[in-house]
């Protein structure tokens, strides 16, 4: 188990566009598994490439049914909206208000650089948007409709509040 440190707002890295991949190597493999390792060390739902320093277009999620990897994904469709509360493990201890689709279709690459689509609801569906989102340089903060807030430790993670 590899841990990369998690980059934190005003970090250059976060405001980037990331570069697609190309090619899977052992390289990008490894980068992958140390990604997951560590969203869970993190409690998190969701982490981009460059939120550990990485400009590429990768980005890992889990909100509770397994690991997702999502290479190049690209989002095709988009309706409905949800709003609720959204954190990023890149602004430790705050939350805010964001609005966003409630469904969304995607495709991607996996591991194996083979294309795939997934469709998403509710939770999967925001985390998607917000790990997107960091792919072209944007954090949630953008989206906030009034203040960010303090979370306690244990709500500090890429989530919405159950409610
Ligand atoms: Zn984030």
Known sequence: MALRQIRIMGDEKLEKVCRPVTE?????KELIRDMLDTLYDANGV??????????????????GDGPLVLINPVILESSGEQTGQEGCLSLPGQA????RPNYVKIKALNEDMEEFELEGTELLARAICHECDHLDGIMYVRHVEGELFEVTADEDEEKQEES
């Open 96 to 99: 805010g208000i964001v609005t």
């Open 24 to 28: 899977m190597t052992p390289r990008t």
């Open 46 to 63: 969701g982490l981009a490439a460059p939120q550990v320093g990485i400009l590429r277009r990768i980005v890992v999620i889990d909100i």
